[in-house]
């Protein structure tokens, strides 16, 4: 369709996440302050709880809400840099596909997501939770790769939206978080088991579904609708 | 234009939502297990229906404007959600009443559609706060089309997470005794449902009328007085 | 109170039960009736709008006559 006309869309998609990356990595400050919160929030939670250790669904339940205010942090942040220095204006001038600038700062977002993960997880293990991880964790690790990208996906879609708008700060949480609920709910049901300490290795099922088709679609979704979004 | 056939469909909303009524208090019998209390179900659940099919309708019509750009399907969008939202209040109020009744507390959790529809109208209770942040008219269009198009689709998927997280582990509150209705409560909850979609169109179409009827006084001013003689719309979905 | 009856046996009596079924029924309708008067207060703003139109528009066409009937000195 585009054949010698301009990049590839997976190069720009690539040539767009490796400038994320760079400037996160040279900046250092969307990562690092997702981590603090994460760990702060445990502590509120150690106090709001009154509880020393949290096992079974309470626990699955503390660890999403940390991660999804950790998340909100990320989400914010995203797209500033893009309207504030006139990014989106490069960006449609350019001979691109317009839908890999989503799948470039979903994937950015979902790599902030991880690295936050191989910290606050093992945190979480060690500061609230009863049960040991080491057993769950395939399962574990592979629930929260599907949350990830429900969050990435439905943070990038909300973030683009929201940073035309007036309230930029507010509109992004109140969209994102109903969009989100299905999602939430999955990964803390599907977790729930898995921090019971004897109970199953692997998520159930249902859950699994559930959350996988949640992504399909709305990835399906945010791919549809993203290129309305950046038309000036 | 959306005036005419409104006065057929007005009346036909009048009969229908009368019979329903009707039947619901001298032809559908009690239940066995609730009482008197469960005829709060033919007023609550067509109320809830309606609203879910609205946002989902609302979803379709702002699909349209992203494809054709006709600001015509942005504003019909626009209303569908707004009436949606009523819908999904009235839906919200009277299933806490239900609940209150049949449980003796105003707010259930162990009813997923109750708790479904909570999720669904967080967020379409954004979709006014979104439209009127962003001022340039056509993007706010492009935006709000956007959002009713994600969230249309969002509400089935919604249901069926909600209704697995709960299904196995509370019994369904605000439900009839298995679920089985008999034949005479059947078709007064079919006349009550008809007769709420029909309210629903009668109001949408209401609305429309009264909004293009604006936006024509409006155009008339502008094209005998001239373009600054027409105060500008503050908080408005129209685009002039 | 209500808990009670509740634990027993899920139907309330009838006399209890007919005023949450009189108010979920009386909800409905006033959502309705309150519509009815915001389109109420619409329709006499445009009516309202229509007839300074109308008067705006004579009052132009009268500018414009005595305009037209002034000698050009």
Redesign the interface.
Known sequence: MREGRGPGSWETVLAVLRKDLLLELRGLEVVPAMVLFALATLVVFHFGLNRDTVDGQLAAGVLTVTLLFAAMLGINRLFVAEREQGGFDAFLLAPVDRSTLLVAKAMALFLFLAVLEVIAVPAFGLMLLGAPLGRVLPGLIAMLALGDVALAVIGT?VSA?AV????RD??GP??G???L???L??LA?GVGPLMGGHGSVWPPG??VL?LA??DV??AL??YA?FD??L?D | MYGRGLRGLAIATVLTITAAFALVFFYAPLDADQGFVQKIFYVHVPLAITALCGFVFGGLLGGLYLRTGDRKWDIRSYVAIHMALIFGVGTLITGGIWAKASWGHWWVWSDPTLTSFLIVMLLFATYQPLRFSIEDPERQSRYASVFAVVAGAFVPLNFIAVRAAQGYVHPRVLTLTGGNLPGSMRLTFLISLVGMALLYVTLWKYEMAAKATRMQVRALRRTLLGEDSVAPLKRSAAPS | MSAFIVAVAPALPLHTAGKYVAGAYVVFLALVLVYVAIMASRLARTERELTELRRDVESRRQVDADREREPVA
Request: net charge positive.
């Open positions: 879609l939206i035309h708008t007036r309230a507010l509109i109140i969209i978080l109903p969009l609920l299905p999602a709910i999955a049901r249902r859950w559930i088709l949640y679609v709305f979704l945010a609708v309305f979004l038309e």
